[in-house]
């Protein structure tokens, strides 16, 4: 490896800042013949992809257009980064069902270029790098070259990324009901009063509202309705009374 490469990467691998990071990663970019270098990041439980942070010396029309048009939406690009890590090239076949997107990168001379995605379960994420240019157009060979480069780099900047964002809340886990509770609740839902509920099951108003209680404090909710909804929710009103 040429000995510019391992400076750089190795002044990248030490970079805590992301805007620095990001420097060095564009400097690199241009240093391999190209232009322009985007990094960006989504949540990839946003359904309209949108991204949580955007890097990239993309032209400003460019940027400004993909935002307000919700261009990710319908960017192949970005359909296939979600869906894989395996590096893409852009070519004007991907873009066969978005011509007007392939014109678009062709008039900003982003036509010649390729994305590599990294994907990250356990906050959700989703980053992708991108490298284009105008003057020609890049080759298997070149992208397998340049393959190990995209990888180190595109990891090193989302784990930069990741740490600018808030986490994932966990989810909370479901409360185990009785099968009494689950009984009450159902009658619950289908409008029966305490008074109702007790001649059905053989038992005291008293002991439905002692059941309904315990039902609310495990949801941690605030009243029987709430708590019928959680349980609908957690699928306990859909199965039979037993878990």
């Known amino acids: 490896m040429e000995r510019w490469k391992v400076s750089q990467l190795t002044k990248l691998s030490s970079t805590t800042d992301l805007d620095t990071a990001y420097r060095i990663s564009l400097s690199f970019a241009k240093n391999i013949g190209f232009k322009f270098f985007g990094f960006s990041t989504s949540y990839t439980s946003n359904t309209e992809r949108l991204s949580a942070i ?3 010396n993309y032209p400003s029309d460019w940027n400004a257009g993909y935002e307000i048009r919700k261009l990710a939406g319908i960017d192949p690009v970005v359909a296939h980064c979600f869906q894989s890590t395996m590096p893409i090239l852009w070519t004007e076949e991907l873009f066969d ?3 007007c997107l ?3 990168l062709e008039q900003q ?3 010649h270029g390729w994305s590599q995605a990294i994907h990250d379960e356990e906050s959700d994420l989703c980053s992708i790098l991108s490298l ?4 020609c157009p890049v080759s298997a ?3 397998y070259e340049n393959l190990g480069f995209s ?3 595109g990891h090193h900047l989302h784990k930069l990324v990741a740490l600018t964002l808030p986490k994932r809340l966990a989810t909370p886990p479901i409360p185990e009901l009785t099968l009494r509770e689950i009984d009450v609740l159902k009658l619950a839902a289908d409008g029966k009063t305490a008074y109702e509920s007790a001649r059905i099951l053989s038992l005291s108003p008293r002991t439905i509202n002692f059941h309904v209680q315990e039902t609310i404090r495990k949801f941690g909710v605030s009243n029987k309705i709430s708590a019928v909804i959680a349980a609908a929710k957690a699928g306990y009103l859909d199965r039979d009374a037993h878990r």
């Open 151 to 153: 990888v180190f780099i």
């Open 97 to 99: 069902n978005t011509r």
């Open 109 to 111: 001379g982003l036509q």
């Open 102 to 104: 392939w014109n678009e």
């Open 141 to 143: 060979w070149e992208l």
């Open 132 to 135: 284009a240019r105008s003057h």
């Open 54 to 56: 955007r890097l990239n």
